[in-house]
């Protein structure tokens, strides 16, 4: 028969084969709207033959079109030759012959920069003589300018100044652009300042579907074997890939082979020789042209092939691989766009073409097999180097970047044990044969007696060589303790568990009589103890077989459910125990909500359903009235009704029996979350259109927020007094509106998209989850209280519980986190001072606006009030703990009663003052100025009286306090600590290091003296001066350091109020009372995981709950 599809090349807009699609119907809109566009996609999807098509539309309606083919200009011209190439092309497109001599206007116009007369061209030439209502520019082939030694990024400005011309000279609304192209906007732009795309439209051009290639029938249904299922099967092998479309049809019309048979045969099977015309050559050109880059390219897609699909963070390497054709993005993940590609480029190919570009192959594909455990597999050495030395410049996979890493601190961490190792068992050594040496030459005199030497000189070997073990094992434990707490930030249980099992190491090779200095590794303990003292990760969540969507956390707490990609919510009570699955949706569920009663769940799924369950996994209600995927559901505020947003552009709200009570119309891409105003009257939903919007019940729009060249709001939620309302957008950011539309926020700080967004119980937090892999705790300035890490890929959901103690994430690493978290109010970075009573049960602390805080032992707050001063330098307790006294910028003291009453107020400087204390008695106080003075007054009830004062530094006294017996003064400046007697005379001189002393202290007991620089290194000396133990801990700002009542214990309180204790007695036990705290915190962690608990059986035995 005659009739012929066309495989490859631009079909005419006639072609009886041409499938029109919905981005003919968008495109043909917008540009008749006016509206600049750009179709970006791979080759051969029909990009020209939809520019051919669109342009004789537009031409059969009175419109003046021309199009200019990149291809057809020199790609060796210079700057001016290209842009007179652009312009000549546009001469001849619109047969302008005659109306101009197009020489003599180049040549008048040569001493013009070449974009200057492109848009002269523009203005005096196109807009003049094309009569037709509206002129179109089609610029195909567009990603060829990349190949092109000069810049074009003033040809883009060119085009936005057209667009942006329109507010001032309206005839500029009848000319406008549409671009065409195998690239991405940023592709385009080599100075990432500029850009025209923020004023275009992107039109998505997909694969074909069942519906739209019904015409294809046409040609095969005279086959003599042809079956009604035929184009169906085309579809399910090709994904709807145009130019496979029309390839396998138009194979169908010339063999007699089944289907399957049919595309094994003359497409799969070496299809290198098949390839005519080249299409899959193409696709692998793509992916391996630049070896910088193909390492990284092919990672990403070996994992979509090993998962089935990955979350589509719409990054560079991602953009890079979705224009290989190769892969597609399909609710948000990518996916193989077919299942021939996927038989053509599977995982044996990746393999191949991984070793031909990887000179490891075999070791990283070895290490990958053992789990990533098996270190004998990495590098070291000159192969390492060999490998660092290939990898420069390159662009590689995750998994690449993994074993060189690992490669690199193995290669690393063996070197420095062997070097270490080697001195201590030298030293050692030496020193055992000189004194075994001497007792042998000293016992020469008499046989019995050298005979002894001997036996003895033997004996101290032996224990050197004990020495020599012990040092090599405490040299590693060591070397561990450093690099748990480089894991910790990123792994917080399990780097909690590997320092516990390097602690409890450490604790079975010291004595219980042995001190601190002597042991033979201390960064385990100090990495135990801050880990403890900053853990916030309490247990996973760990079952589900794909991505976590969506958390929901019951109101009493004592619930958490999840939703995945994999087709089930799971239900776990709050030590981590799954206690029922529910199953019934056919698809991915999107989104998971407990009723305000917590006795139902609502779920959304890509089932295009909605349902409401009780607990016992029974549905009870099913909603089906939406057309594509729903993406969240959320009850409201009474339970009564739920909300359901959906890939088809509405929101739905519904009774609990199934009806339909209102459909939300107005946005114009898909909705992706709503959210009920805490009185139940308005709704707010986040779409992909860049808005936001707020409804009424009845469907009225009451406000729109958002765009400004964002593209998309995944995530809104009203705060909890119902006057503001935040959301989470493609930009990276965070934004919290007033109900009026006023932007009040920003939340900056995450690398990627945020995905959710969520307010705090008491509405002073907000909480935000990232493809970045983190989720963010935010004030409401938009300042960044604390980051949650952990995750190993993107959060796409983060709540707070209803106490707001707690939090829990779920991630696309297919697993939820369960978070505690420390008193968010210590956390906000703009407290300026902190002070601990002496009985180390309340802690106060001051803000740079004069706000002071109370809180207790156990961080909760006792009371808030503010003061009359502001940029308060310095806060001490009065040793009743009844008072408080503050200083700062201005000169003067202030004391006041806890209960917020200013007491008394007097200047006691007229340059700021950085600290102040009161002695034992609360009947004098001390202050320290930033000209280095230091003041001693008494205090009465009138009017305080000045004793004594004296110059005890050059620079500011950033602390001071009085010594138990009240007599002496220590003073804290610069890289020194004073110790002085009451009339001003010098006692001692302590010096520390380059860093200012923030913090100073004598022990109760008055044997002691300790300070903290504001490195983080806290040092304790005896009375005389001696350094008896040094120790660092790693913390921003800290502001303090004092003794615990019994003296042994220092404690270190950082700008935060938190506390970090360390022990000056019985390290031995304190080994322990670490270790059982650790256990008590892994309590429901290990629960449920018995292989891990017989790990770390040190956690075995039962522990009583105690205070730390």
């Known amino acids: 028969m005659n009739y012929q599809y066309r495989v490859g090349g631009s079909l005419a807009y006639n072609h009886p084969t041409y499938i029109e699609r919905n981005a003919d119907r968008e495109l043909l809109t917008a540009l008749k709207n006016g509206q600049f566009c750009y179709v970006f996609n791979c080759r051969q999807m029909g990009k020209s033959s939809l520019r051919v098509r669109v342009t004789h539309i537009l031409q059969q309606s009175g419109r003046d079109c021309a199009a200019v083919d990149i291809t057809s200009l020199g790609s060796n011209d210079n700057l001016s030759q290209w842009y007179n190439g652009v312009i000549t092309r546009l001469f001849l497109g619109f047969n302008l012959t005659g109306k101009i001599n197009l020489k003599s206007w180049l040549r008048e116009r040569e001493d013009l920069p070449p974009v200057q007369r492109l848009g002269q061209f523009i203005e ?14 089609f610029i195909d082939e567009i990603d060829k300018i990349l190949s092109l030694q000069f810049s074009l990024d003033d040809f883009f400005s060119l085009i936005r100044y057209c667009y942006n011309q329109r507010a001032e000279n309206t005839q500029y609304e009848r000319i406008t652009f549409a671009l065409f192209g195998v690239a991405t906007p940023a592709d385009l732009i080599r100075e990432k300042t500029q850009t025209s795309f923020n004023i275009g439209q992107a039109i998505e051009l997909t694969g074909f579907n069942l519906p739209e290639i019904a015409p294809l029938a046409a040609g ?68 391996l042209r630049n070896q910088d880059k193909a390492g990284r390219l092919l990672g990403i897609y070996q994992q979509i092939l090993e998962k089935g699909a990955i979350l589509c963070d719409d990054s560079p390497e991602q953009g890079e691989l979705r224009l290989s054709g190769l892969v597609v993005k399909k609710d948000n993940q990518l996916v193989v766009y077919n299942p021939i590609y996927r038989e053509i480029f599977n995982l044996n190919w990746v393999e191949k073409q991984l070793e031909q570009l990887r000179p490891y192959s075999e070791a990283i594909a070895a290490w990958q097999q053992s789990n990533y455990t098996d270190e004998s597999r990495l590098l070291r050495g000159k192969a390492l180097n060999n490998a660092l030395d290939w990898s420069q410049g390159k662009s590689l996979s995750n998994l690449d970047y993994q074993f060189l890493t690992a490669s690199q601190n193995l290669d690393k961490r063996e070197a420095e044990i062997s070097l270490e190792t080697q001195k201590q068992a030298n030293k050692i050594l030496a020193i055992a044969h000189q004194k075994a040496t001497k007792r042998i030459k000293i016992g020469s005199v008499i046989l019995i007696a050298s005979l002894l030497g001997s036996l003895l000189a033997f004996v101290q070997v032996k224990q050197a060589w004990q020495q020599v073990e012990t040092a090599q094992i405490g040299i590693q434990l060591q070397r561990q303790g450093d690099s748990y707490w480089q894991q910790f930030q990123f792994e917080q249980l399990e780097s909690l568990i590997a320092a516990m099992q390097a602690v409890n190491s450490l604790k079975n090779i010291v004595t219980d009589d042995q001190t601190l200095g ?65 199953t019934g949706h056919r698809g991915a569920v999107y989104s998971v909500s407990f009723s305000p009663d917590g006795q139902k769940i609502a779920t959304a799924s890509e089932d295009k359903t909605a349902k409401i369950w009780n607990l016992q996994g029974q549905i009870l209600v099913t909603y089906p009235d939406h057309q594509e995927s729903v993406y969240s559901v959320s009850f409201s505020p009474d339970g009564q009704k739920i909300v359901t947003t959906s890939r088809d552009k509405t929101a739905r709200l519904w009774n609990l029996s199934g009806q339909t009570l209102q459909v939300f119309k107005g946005h114009k891409r898909s909705i992706d979350a709503a959210s009920f105003s805490p009185d139940g009257q308005k709704i707010a939903t986040a779409s992909r259109d860049g808005t936001i919007k707020i409804w009424d019940l ?22 909890p007094d119902g006057q503001k309302i935040a959301g989470a957008a493609a930009d990276k950011t965070a934004k919290i509106w007033d109900l009026q539309g006023n932007l009040i926020a920003t939340f900056r700080g995450h690398q990627d998209f945020v995905n959710s967004v969520n307010f705090s119980p008491d509405g002073q937090f907000l909480i935000t989850a990232s493809s970045d892999g983190s989720a963010k705790i935010w004030g409401m300035q938009g300042e960044e209280i604390t980051t949650l890490r952990g995750h190993q890929e993107s959060v796409f959901t983060a709540v707070f519980s209803q106490d707001g103690k707690q939090v829990v994430t779920g991630s696309s690493d297919e697993t939820a986190k369960i978070w505690q978290l420390n008193n968010l109010n210590q956390a906000r970075t703009d407290n300026t001072s902190v002070s601990i009573n002496s009985q180390g049960n309340i802690i106060a602390i001051a803000n740079k606006d004069g706000q002071i805080t109370l809180l207790d032992s156990q961080g909760k707050k006792i009371r808030e009030f503010a003061t009359k001063m502001r940029s308060i330098y310095s806060i001490a307790f009065h040793p009743d703990s009844n008072q408080i006294a503050i200083t700062g910028r201005n000169g003067k003291v202030q004391i006041w009663s806890q209960k917020g009453t200013m007491l008394q107020e007097f200047t006691a400087s007229q340059v700021p003052i950085y600290s102040l204390a009161f002695n034992g008695e609360g009947t004098a106080i001390i202050t320290g100025t930033s000209e280095g003075k230091v003041q001693y007054w008494h205090l009465s009830n009138y009017r305080p009286q000045l004793i004594n004062s004296w110059t005890a530094d050059d620079n500011i006294i950033y602390d001071l306090v009085f010594s138990p017996d009240h007599q002496k003064i220590a003073t804290a400046a610069r890289g020194k600590i004073k110790i002085w007697d009451l ?8 010096k520390t290091d380059s860093f200012p002393v923030y913090g100073v202290s004598f022990s109760p007991d008055g044997e002691k003296i300790a300070a903290i620089s504001r490195d983080g290194t806290a040092r304790r000396w005896d009375m005389d001066g001696n350094l008896r133990s040094e120790f660092k801990i790693e913390e921003d700002i800290v502001y303090g350091i004092t003794f615990s009542p019994d003296s042994q214990e220092i404690v270190i309180i950082a700008r935060d109020g938190q506390k970090h204790r360390w022990p000056l007695e019985t390290e031995y036990n304190y080994l322990q009372k670490l270790l059982d705290r650790g256990c008590l915190w892994l309590e429901d962690y290990l629960r449920n995981r018995p292989e891990k608990r017989k790990a770390l059986s040190l956690c075995t035995r039962k522990i009583k709950p105690f205070t730390f």
């Open 698 to 719: 009845s469907g009225k729009i009451i406000l729109s927020l958002g765009k400004e060249n964002i593209e998309a709001f995944y995530s809104v939620n009203f705060s």
């Open 518 to 582: 002597k042991y033979p590794a201390t960064s385990p303990i100090i990495t135990l103890q801050q880990i403890l003292d900053r853990i916030q990760e309490k247990n996973q969540l760990q079952g589900h077989r794909g991505t976590i969507y969506s958390v929901s956390i019951s109101s009493d707490r004592q619930k958490i459910a999840t939703a995945s990609q994999d087709g089930t919510v799971k239900i776990w009570n709050q030590k981590g125990e799954n206690i029922q699955t529910l």
């Open 983 to 990: 009339q001003g005379n010098l006692f001692e001189e302590i």
């Open 124 to 137: 005096e030439v196109l807009l003049v003589y094309c009569r037709g209502e509206k002129i179109y520019i």
């Open 220 to 287: 095969l249904s005279g086959q003599s074997n042809y079956q009604p299922d035929w184009l169906e099967k085309v579809i399910f092998w090709t994904g709807g890939q145009p130019f496979l479309t029309q390839k396998i049809c138009q194979l169908l019309l010339e063999s007699n082979l089944d289907i399957e048979t049919l595309i094994k045969e003359r497409i799969i099977n070496n299809w290198e020789s098949h390839d005519e015309p080249v299409h899959l050559r193409t696709i692998a050109d793509r992916l």
